[in-house]
């Protein structure tokens, strides 16, 4: 025996106080030197702090897992962070030495991307700087 069971159509009316979608932000921080492992856990705890303050962080560190199973030439990887990047609101540019966070970066100021810039690599000042620049908005 088939049993039939139909379904009432619903509406859904989307909120009419819906918040803005909170800004995507690039983290542009050393990722190759001294150790792409240790980099890649400095930059999520980053992360971690911007995303409970309310932003989207795109951590391009990430693609260390993806490099490990499938290996790519460095420049693959610099010209797919240049098409995350390109969607962002702003880059955060964490201090410290990294070339590939720098032409990053370099690469958002030609774009007109905001550079975000704080005074230490601490998850704190990083949401300090974000907020900042989010209220100068």
């Given at each position: 025996?088939?049993?039939?069971?139909?379904?009432?159509?619903?509406?859904?009316?989307?909120?009419?106080?819906?918040?803005?979608p909170?800004?995507?932000?690039?983290?542009?921080?050393?990722?190759?030197?001294?150790?792409?492992?240790?980099?890649?856990?400095?930059?999520?705890?980053?992360?971690?702090?911007?995303?409970?303050?309310?932003?989207t962080?795109?951590?391009?560190?990430?693609?260390?897992?993806?490099?490990?199973v499938?290996?790519?030439?460095?420049?693959?990887?610099?010209?797919?962070?240049?098409?995350?990047?390109?969607r962002?609101?702003?880059?955060?540019?964490v201090?410290?030495?990294?070339?590939?966070?720098?032409?990053?970066?370099?690469?958002?100021?030609?774009?007109?991307?905001?550079?975000?810039?704080?005074?230490?690599?601490?998850?704190?000042?990083?949401?300090?700087?974000?907020?900042?620049?989010?209220?100068?908005?």
């Open positions: 025996m088939i049993t039939l069971t139909v379904l009432k159509p619903i509406r859904i009316v989307p909120k009419k106080t819906a918040a803005p909170a800004s995507m932000i690039y983290i542009a921080a050393a990722y190759s030197e001294p150790d792409p492992v240790a980099n890649t856990h400095e930059v999520i705890r980053i992360a971690d702090a911007l995303l409970a303050a309310g932003f962080p795109l951590i391009p560190h990430l693609t260390l897992a993806w490099q490990l499938s290996p790519k030439p460095y420049e693959t990887w610099l010209e797919y962070d240049r098409e995350l990047l390109a962002c609101d702003a880059v955060l540019r201090p410290g030495y990294s070339v590939g966070a720098t032409r990053e970066t370099q690469f958002a100021e030609r774009m007109n991307l905001p550079v975000i810039r704080p005074w230490s690599a601490s998850p704190e000042d990083c949401v300090e700087a974000v907020r900042a620049w989010q209220a100068g908005q």
